[in-house]
């Protein structure tokens, strides 16, 4: 599964600010990794239709053995979306999960900005 990264442009250099991948809503949590080919998610890339769920580092399990993979706890994003007032169907019929970059580094103790 290819992962996608929204950079904001600060004086002329890329910046990763977000981390956004496929939602899957069917299972209790679902696994993403890390690694390359990451695809750039532009800013016209957004539109009104789209539903975004953004995900809280208590949301997140980190891996045991590989650093670079993470789990979602699904219904912990949910109960998140549900606390925030966002509407039960929207929620289960979101597209995509957005992660800042630095909670993401916060989370796995890594540098994930070197792996972008």
Do not use: C, K
Request: proline share 4%; no cysteine; hydrophobic share 40%.
């Amino acid at each position: 599964m290819t992962l996608s990264v929204y950079y904001n442009e600060i004086d002329g250099h890329l910046h990763p600010q977000w981390l956004l991948m496929n939602a899957s809503m069917e299972n209790e949590y679902v696994s993403y990794s890390i690694s390359p080919p990451f695809e750039r998610f532009h800013s016209e890339d957004f539109h009104d239709s789209m539903s975004i769920l953004s995900v809280s580092q208590g949301a997140m399990v980190r891996d045991p053995v590989d650093r670079t993979r993470f789990s979602i706890h699904i219904p912990t994003v949910v109960n998140d979306a549900v606390n925030s007032g966002s509407n039960i169907n929207s929620i289960y019929n979101s597209s995509l999960f957005l992660i800042q970059i630095e909670e993401l580094e916060e989370f796995l103790q890594m540098n994930v900005r070197e792996q972008l």
